[in-house]
């Protein structure tokens, strides 16, 4: 099945820096990734996704690149604030019938952004 | 537009017991995912349903199982519990229309403590 792998673990940045997370995947089904991102106590939001037809999309502070040959999509969030430290977790799911609907997720990577 | 809901938020069984856990996703999607989230696992793909029928399995034993109603409502259920079921229970749903993956939207989770 899919594999997906994260990076890093844990990213501390200061306020108004760039945040950068990495992910990579191993089918080359996959055609669909999005990125969620869980506050503590709460539960995973949707906060941006991108298409296997797309390289590149953005939303406000964040954007998501994606690289099909290389397999790998990375989140990029700008002039980080303190409101952006949670878990975010990049997740992939592949256009294969038999794996429909499930998201093959990433292990998390924990944002602090100190003010 | 109401959310994904699940009942009940919190619950604490001994083992050796089972319990059902309740997922009622936003109005028109059909598919509907659990996950199991632990601090060391991540986020744990169990099932997933569609149109009433399970579509895909992960990798745990059959003391878990769940079904879908037809309207889209769906229960997990666990039997035996162990002390290793503690965890923060998801369900996720999303349209699951043909072959085009869409977006997915969590429910607050299910929070078990087996003790």
């Known amino acids: 099945g899919e594999n997906v792998e994260q990076h890093p673990s844990t990213l501390s940045v200061q306020e108004g820096d760039s945040a950068v997370i990495k992910c990579t995947y191993s089918?080359?089904?996959?055609?669909?990734f999005p990125w969620y991102k869980q506050e503590l106590g709460k539960r995973p939001q949707l906060i941006i996704d991108?298409?296997?037809?797309?390289g590149e999309k953005k939303d406000q502070r964040i954007a998501v690149t994606l690289n099909k040959t290389a397999k790998h999509f990375s989140l990029h969030i700008t002039e980080t604030q303190p409101e952006d430290s949670a878990v975010y977790f990049c997740a992939a799911i592949t256009g294969r019938g038999s794996t429909l609907g499930r998201l093959y997720f990433g292990r998390g990577t924990q944002l602090t952004v100190w003010p | 537009k109401a959310g994904v809901t699940q009942t009940p938020r919190y619950l604490i069984k001994t083992r050796g017991q089972q319990v059902t856990l309740s997922c009622s996703p936003i109005s028109g999607h059909r598919s509907v995912s659990w996950y199991q989230q632990t601090p060391g696992q991540g986020l744990q793909f169990l099932f997933e349903?569609?149109?009433?029928?399970?579509?895909n399995k992960g990798n745990f034993p059959g003391r878990f199982s769940g079904r879908q109603f037809s309207n889209s409502r769906s229960e997990m259920n666990v039997s035996t519990l162990e002390l290793g079921d503690s965890a923060l229970y998801l369900c996720?749903?999303?349209?699951?229309?043909?072959?085009?993956?869409?977006?997915?939207?969590f429910g607050q989770g299910t929070r078990l403590t087996v003790v």
């Open positions: 089918d080359s089904a996959s055609n669909y």
């Open positions: 349903y569609f149109s009433e029928t399970q579509r």
């Open positions: 991108i298409r296997s037809n797309v």
């Open positions: 996720a749903s999303s349209l699951g229309r043909g072959t085009v993956n869409t977006e997915a939207f």
